[in-house]
């Protein structure tokens, strides 16, 4: 028997689509700006580079290596602009990724809080055991739907609702809950029931079935449920549900394999991470145990009150300021350890050459490449 033949090269939609998968656009900061930066969602993808930054020399890199697609962690277009000639630098680059057939792809805050993530992806380099967010994100709005109907109809009914998208709850689906009890209903003037006469009190056995639902699809079950109820007018109940904190969100908690110091949590970190000028430094008494851990790839100090919080030992994040450091410290803070901005970020980028080498490594020609290029800025340090 002959091997099969490998399947055709996908199309960037494709690929986007999977990304989309793993890192929800909608879990993107409201400031943030991710998605397609450049390229035609019908041409084909094999050969991708995935990267921190969009610099010149990460661009050089991927056309070099005949990329298709530049998977970037940060935005090269974040704010608003009102060119991309080739004369501005970052339009310069846009020029070189059309000019060479490079499609350009970010996700940004939103692969920050998708579950996993930038912060599992540091985590997981560092040794420690996630457990959870440091700043939960809520789940998806939920709404309850109560609908009475004929005990016959019941089924009819309950697949209507199922086909609309209700009665999802995580890995399980056609989930609901009924009881049955008896109904009541007197038809008026002008009424078509479906059941009983005009004028007549009807009383009759009816199943109360219970489902849940996305908030977002309340329309769509709206419609389904009356598509595939028998009465005329459709009794039912919205039942919003309370907010409930995800697993998804920003930063990462979890624990050590075993205790250790800070002083040598760090030296751990900084050989994890790749080397860089702005280095590895830690704020705290070098002698204390550390088995807790918080981490945040990218500029963290935002989150340093949340981590006091959560009641951790240490916290591993990049782009620490003086005085939020100092008055974290102050005020009973856990011990931080500082790194680099891009080396706090790059083990994502071989989480997300997973998430594609997943789909389509069996395709025609697939190449996904994580650039080794050091795009943080800093290059020369010094010591009095």
């Known amino acids: 028997m002959s091997p099969a033949s490998p399947a055709a090269p996908a199309r960037l939609a494709d690929v986007i689509a999977r990304l989309d998968r793993s890192y929800p656009p909608a879990l993107a900061e409201p400031w943030d700006s991710v998605g397609l930066v450049v390229g035609d969602p019908e041409d084909p993808v094999s050969r991708v580079v995935v990267a921190v930054d969009v610099t010149a020399a990460v661009v050089d890199e991927a056309l070099a290596r005949g990329a298709d697609l530049i998977v970037a962690h940060h935005p090269l277009l974040l704010r608003g602009v009102d060119t991309v000639a080739a004369s501005t630098p970052k339009g310069a680059l846009v020029h070189r990724l059309i000019k ?35 700043d939960a994100k809520d789940d998806e709005p939920l709404d309850k739907w109560v609908v009475p109907v004929p005990v016959e109809d019941a089924d009819r009914v309950r697949r209507g609702l199922f086909d609309a998208g209700a009665g999802a709850i995580g890995n399980y689906r056609d989930c609901s809950w009924e009881v049955t009890g008896t109904g009541q209903f007197l038809p008026s ?64 908690v979890g624990t050590l394999a075993a205790p250790t110091t800070l002083r040598e949590f760090t030296a751990v970190v900084a050989r994890a991470l790749p080397a860089t000028t702005w280095g590895v430094r830690a704020a705290g008494d070098p002698d204390v145990v550390v088995s807790t851990v918080a981490v945040c790839g990218g500029a963290g100090d935002s989150l340093l009150g949340a981590v006091g919080r959560r009641g951790v030992d240490v916290y591993v994040t990049a782009d620490l300021r003086h005085h939020p450091v100092d008055e974290h410290l102050r005020s009973g803070g856990p011990a931080v350890v500082d790194v680099a901005h ?11 050459k997973g998430v594609l080498d997943s789909e389509f490594g069996h395709a025609d020609g697939w190449d996904c490449h994580v650039s080794t290029l050091r795009t943080d800025p800093w290059s020369t340090s010094a010591e009095a």
């Open 100 to 134: 060479g057939g490079c499609a350009l792809f970010t996700a940004h805050t939103n692969a920050d809080s998708a579950d996993p993530g930038v912060s599992d992806a540091l985590a997981a380099a560092l040794g420690v055991e996630v457990t959870g967010p440091i």
């Open 189 to 252: 003037d002008g009424a078509d029931p479906a059941i009983g006469e005009v004028g007549a009190l009807e009383r009759l056995d009816e199943t109360r079935i219970e489902v849940i639902a996305p908030r977002r699809l309340r329309d769509h079950v709206r419609a389904g449920l009356r598509h595939a109820h028998p009465y005329e007018e459709v009794a039912y109940d919205i039942l919003e549900l309370a907010a409930a904190p995800g697993p998804t969100g920003l930063g990462r």
């Open 342 to 352: 891009w080396a706090s970020e790059w083990p994502w980028c071989a989480q997300a």
